[in-house]
């Protein structure tokens, strides 16, 4: 087996490379057009998805693959008052210092090597976006409190899943994820998944009522980006092909 390359590249380089596809593969090109475009947004406009937009792209991502078409995804989603009033309860409470860290999956134990790599470049390249130097740990306590504040997004919607499905019905959740986000990308609405909310799943069940049956995998803000917004001016890399795919030849 070769070793992998740890070349990063940009999305703009991704995207020079996927140019290369064979001919006729005009499909190819609009699914890699929204994926070099979609990145997690950290900054949104108060204008809020029409209901009827939101619904016709749930409606779309139940066409998601998933294990023996078992459909494990639940949602719920917030507008309007609906989720001003929850920004300022999340808020409150993960601010409060109150019943954090308990996830109902378990989060990773570390991240080594490439992966604490990664990791660190997101992690820096946010904080210089939003002007937080290294060290300042009351700026970056700050920053990542927003993700409370739903980062000023109009809605948020919280992914659950069957807990007699384990870990394949959270794997499904994963898909209809990404499918929700490219769906919302190629509408121009941006978006961010976020498992800082995980963290708080006892006290999400309580303010939605969610059964002990559903697993919170995590929540997702959006709406339509504010493209001024600092936070909005990084974008993290990817890594080469080369360091993920392993050809067997023989």
Known sequence: MNAPTTINLTRDEIAARAAQAPDGAAAFQVVT?????????????PDPVPHGTIAQILTAAQLSASWCNAQPWEVIVTEG???????KAMFERATSGAGGHKPDFVFPQRYEGVYDQRRKE???????????????????ARQMFENFRLFGAPH????????????YGAVDCGLYLGNLMLLMQSLGIASIAQAAFASHSPFLREYFGIPE????????????????HAANGFRTRR???????HWVTE
């Open 81 to 87: 008052e609906g989720t001003e009033r929850f920004r």
């Open 33 to 45: 057009d929204l994926l070099v475009e979609r990145y997690s947004c950290r900054g949104y406009r």
């Open 239 to 245: 890594a080469d092909v080369g360091a993920v795919a």
């Open 122 to 140: 997101c992690g820096w390249g946010l904080y210089e976006a939003v002007g937080v130097v290294r060290g300042d740990r009351e700026g970056s």
């Open 213 to 228: 049956n559903r697993r919170i995998v995590c929540g997702l803000s959006f709406g339509y980006p504010d493209p001024a």
């Open 156 to 167: 948020v919607l919280f992914l659950t899943s069957e807990a007699e499905l384990g870990t």
